[in-house]
């Protein structure tokens, strides 16, 4: 199992735009798919964006397509979410996951899960 570390949330206004980070250790990390989900109170997580071990191939939400973009540096074993025109309904803990298949990830599960980092957009 991968381990994976989460940075980047915090507060900001809607419209605006924020960073996440994942620093994963402890697998080859260049063999796996990555992926970003989200969990809004009182709701399921959901899926929000994956990419292939390549970089060469991104998939996403509808709900988050032309606002996000996620991208990975192999040479750093980090994974990030680029997060532009944040909307209030974006607000969720933000949970970076690893998994053989962008596949698995896209039907809402994931072998490895980080701890997740609060992501709050204020109207």
């Known amino acids: 199992q991968m381990q994976l570390v989460e940075s980047g949330g915090g507060l900001v206004q809607a419209g605006g735009s924020l960073r996440l980070s994942c620093a994963a250790s402890?697998?080859?990390?260049?063999?796996?798919?990555m992926g970003w989900f989200r969990q809004a109170p009182g709701q399921e997580r959901e899926f929000v964006a994956t990419?292939?071990?390549?970089?060469?191939?991104?998939y996403y939400a509808d709900s988050v397509k032309g606002r996000f973009t996620i991208s990975r540096d192999n040479a750093k074993n980090t994974v990030y979410l680029q997060m532009n025109s944040l909307k209030p309904e974006d607000t969720a803990v933000y949970y970076c996951?690893?998994?053989?298949?962008?596949?698995?990830?896209?039907?809402?599960?994931?072998?490895?899960w980080g701890r997740g980092t609060q992501v709050t957009v204020s109207s």
């Open positions: 996951a690893a998994d053989v298949s962008t596949a698995t990830m896209r039907l809402g599960r994931s072998s490895s």
């Open positions: 402890g697998r080859t990390f260049s063999s796996y798919a």
């Open positions: 990419i292939v071990w390549s970089g060469s191939t991104t």
